[in-house]
C-alpha cells in the first residue's frame, strides 16, 4: 500500500501558477507510476497527467498540454504538477494518484484548486 498526501490548492486568477504536490510513503520502492487526476463539481474524474516513476515519462490529457508539467522527486517520493495560464475551467479537487507493482492503485484525499475569472 502506498499512502499520498496533496499540496500545494488554492485559489488563483484567471492566468496564474499554482504548483501542487504530492507526498508518497509505504510501498514506494516498486511504483510503476504516478499521476493526476480532476474532479470538478457535477463532473467525472478526469485523468491530467501521468510519469512513469523509473523513465520518467509523461503524459498529458489534451486539455491541459502545454500548460501543465508533471515531474517527479523519486528521492523525496514526491511528485509534482506545475500549472501555468490557469483557465477557470481548471477549477477542481485535484487528486494524486499511485500505481505500486503488482497491486491496485492509491489515491489521496484531493486538493482543491480555485481558478477565479
Known amino acids: 500500500q502506498v499512502q499520498l498526501v496533496e499540496s500545494g490548492g488554492g485559489l488563483v486568477q484567471a492566468g496564474g501558477s499554482l504548483r501542487l504536490s504530492c507526498v508518497a510513503s509505504?510501498?514506494?520502492?516498486?511504483?510503476?507510476?504516478m499521476a493526476w487526476f480532476r474532479q470538478a463539481p457535477g463532473k467525472e474524474r478526469d485523468h491530467v497527467g501521468t510519469?512513469?516513476?523509473?523513465?520518467?515519462?509523461?503524459y498529458y490529457s489534451q486539455s491541459v498540454k502545454g500548460r501543465f508539467t508533471i515531474s517527479s522527486d523519486n528521492a523525496k517520493n514526491t511528485l509534482y504538477l506545475q500549472m501555468n495560464s490557469l483557465k477557470p475551467e481548471d477549477t477542481a479537487v485535484y487528486y494524486c494518484?499511485?500505481?505500486?507493482?503488482?497491486?491496485?492503485?492509491?489515491w489521496g484525499q484531493g486538493t482543491q484548486v480555485t481558478v477565479s475569472s
Open positions: 494518484a499511485a500505481k505500486p507493482r503488482g497491486v491496485g492503485s492509491s
Open positions: 509505504g510501498r514506494t520502492f516498486e511504483m510503476d507510476w
Open positions: 510519469i512513469t516513476w523509473s523513465g520518467g515519462s509523461t
